[in-house]
């Protein structure tokens, strides 16, 4: 079992950036091949952000976050990093990082393969 947990969240201006990072423990070795990241605000369901293979061979974006933000995955640790640029008020949420055996291109987004997930941190922008 891969325990995950996120850090680097905070309150911004629209326009700032943040760096979000997820460190991996546990069994994170042969556990998965997939890490994403998702988001959540008040009353709105969860949405995929962005997902990569561990290799680095494949990323994956929502149309939303595209050209702002970016995956990066760190094999040797088993773990990702998210990169968030250009921040917009609509980007405020819990941020939450996830891990999948596979990301299954087509559904990257849905969360029903990924099997560990983080408790999540919180992005807040203002305008």
């Known amino acids: 079992q891969v325990q995950l947990s996120e850090s680097g969240g905070g309150s911004v201006q629209a326009g700032g950036s943040l760096t979000l990072s997820c460190a991996a423990s546990g069994h994170t070795h042969a556990s998965h091949n997939c890490m994403g990241w998702f988001r959540q605000a008040p009353g709105m369901e969860r949405e995929g952000v962005a997902a990569?293979?561990?290799?680095?061979?494949?990323?994956y974006y929502a149309d939303s976050v595209k050209g702002r933000f970016t995956i990066s995955p760190d094999n040797a640790k088993r773990t990702i990093e998210l990169q968030l640029n250009s921040l917009k008020p609509e980007d405020t949420a819990m941020y939450y990082c996830a891990a999948a055996w596979d990301c299954y291109s087509a559904s990257w987004y849905s969360r029903g393969q990924y099997k560990a997930w983080g408790q999540g941190t919180q992005v807040t922008v203002s305008a």
């Open positions: 990569t293979y561990l290799d680095g061979s494949r990323t």
